[in-house]
């Protein structure tokens, strides 16, 4: 068995920090594009934040603060689900694994 060694640990975090950046970016945009439209209310709303970066985990969140963007996501019971972000984390999470 062969071991691996990082001879620049800054260097490893950095690029997993940008890779998270990456997943999180193409997420926002997936849900933007799969949001239901009528107003442009909720999509415009769709952001995406790091929260933490540091040398042991980088935690980026995606979301918006739209009142109905949940009863949008999973429907009520005199609406159905549009479903927007569950899709696009799962369309990110078949690409990325």
């Not at 540091?54 to 109905?68: L, M």
């Not at 009863?71 to 369309?91: D, I, R, S």
Request: net charge neutral; charged share 10%; glycine share 6%.
């Amino acid at each position: 068995m062969s071991t691996f060694r990082w001879t620049n640990p800054s260097l490893a975090v950095e690029q997993v920090n940008l890779l998270v950046e990456r997943v999180a970016l193409e997420v926002m945009s997936t849900a933007k594009t799969l949001a239901p439209y009528d107003t442009g209310s909720l999509q415009s709303s769709i952001t995406s934040a790091q929260v933490q970066a540091d040398a042991s985990k980088c935690v980026w969140t995606v979301g918006t603060n739209i009142t109905y963007a949940g009863f949008q996501e999973f429907g009520t019971y005199k609406m159905p689900a549009h479903p927007y972000m569950g899709p696009a984390l799962a369309a990110a999470a078949a690409k990325y694994g």
